[in-house]
């Protein structure tokens, strides 16, 4: 038994790109350490509710019919229609500092505007920016310059709290690098969080991976669920085969690792683990989620997703501390257009959080740790937003600890490596990479790596 391809990891990019090669008659094999789908965006339950892991929303939204969008491509490729993926808009969103706001939907032009009420004196160097951003290729697989976005903007804008508050949701759901930001991401994350916008997709997650998984399944993929690798084995710089914790090898043409590009060379021998170094993560966050007991609009919260700092600078870096409540996320799912409303108002807060602080907690401090920073975050919310506290009647948090654990990847950094391997290679032939560290990221980002990576490296 020899697969064309082994791919490792069955998040949103594993699945893509396994439907691409089953749907060419590969045989491929898809192995996952985890007993759920989708990795950095599973889900989970708890007192019979299931949340999302990662879902605040899908970003990439372009009406039906729309082809060349990312989501239009990513459809066509996998070939599933845009009433496949059920998505439901969002409302409106906010970025929201102490002194301004710049409010957002799904139609960009409202977004400008709302820069010309707030900054009058920056919107000519901001449509001068938009101009630069839609442009610029920032899909170029070859592109080894590296341009940071700060200076960039600096060109464009000189309100350094209009600078900010662009990187705000930008950074949060895309960035990372600690300060600034490569511009090719910066341009991937405007156009796909401003020019196109957010949903979510009725059923969440859940939906989503199994409707991925099935497709995969259909075409004839086969799917190794509790099958972490243990080893990726190369001889002369070629794999020939992987080895699984329950000592399994698996023989193969070539692997696709989902993993994480250090993460996937720790599983190689010394040698190749050497040669690939890179840069490892370190941006992670702590996630808070409130099930409340009213619609969160009858609480005062009406926008779909706020991006916040209560300090009117804003500053992504990985916290001294065990998380950094100056600034964050919230999300309400209920705040979406669903056909129906959702049975529980839920309220998410994310906050930045540092995986070595977490990580040296001893296991009871861990636990009295999270109650603690998430009531020191809830505080600081709650100056800047009304207080729900009465209403909760079930709440959870994650830390990148947790992240760690159930991803595998180091630091339980979200979005990966800084360093981002665009072309997907390693120094093994056959051995490639897709997924957080190729370089597209989130739901929509990884699923399109996941496809990029397929077609250019294993069904040419
Ligand atoms: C808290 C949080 C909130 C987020 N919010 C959003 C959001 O609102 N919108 C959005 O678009 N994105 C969001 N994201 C980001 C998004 O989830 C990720 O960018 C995307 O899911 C990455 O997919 P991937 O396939 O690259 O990697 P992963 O999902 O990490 O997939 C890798 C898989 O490999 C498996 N694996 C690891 N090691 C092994 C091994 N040795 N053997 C076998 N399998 C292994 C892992 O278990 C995992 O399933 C969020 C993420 C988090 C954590």
Known sequence: MRYDTIIIGAGLSGLAAGIRLAMFDKKVCIVEKHTELGGLNSFYVRKNRTFDVGLHAMTNFTAKGVRSSPLGKLLKQLRFSHDDFRLCQQEMSEIRFPEKSLCFTNEFEFMRQEVAEQFPDQIDGFNKLVEKVLAFDELNLDDGERLLSQPVLESFINDPVLIDMLFCPLMYYGNAREGDMDFYQFVIMFKSIFIEGFSKPEGGMHYILNLMAEKFKDLGGELKMGSG????????????????????????????????????????????????????GQVSFMESLFVVDKEPRDLGYDRSIVFFSTQSRFDYKVPNDLIDISSGVLCCSNNFKYPKPLEEGLIRLTNLASFGEWDRLARKDYIAAKKEWRGRALEQLFTFFPDFSENVVFLDSFTPKTIKKYTGHINGAVYGSPEKVKNGKTPVKNLYICGTDQGFLGIIGATLSGISMANLHLLQ
Not at 244 to 258: D, F, K, M
């Open 229 to 280: 690798v243990k080893t990726i084995n190369a001889s002369k710089e070629t794999v020939a085969s992987v080895t699984l914790e329950n000592e399994v090898e698996l023989a193969t043409e070539a692997v696709l690792s989902s993993m994480g590009y250090v993460e996937t060379l720790n599983r190689c021998q010394p040698e190749l683990a050497e040669a690939g170094t890179c840069e490892t």
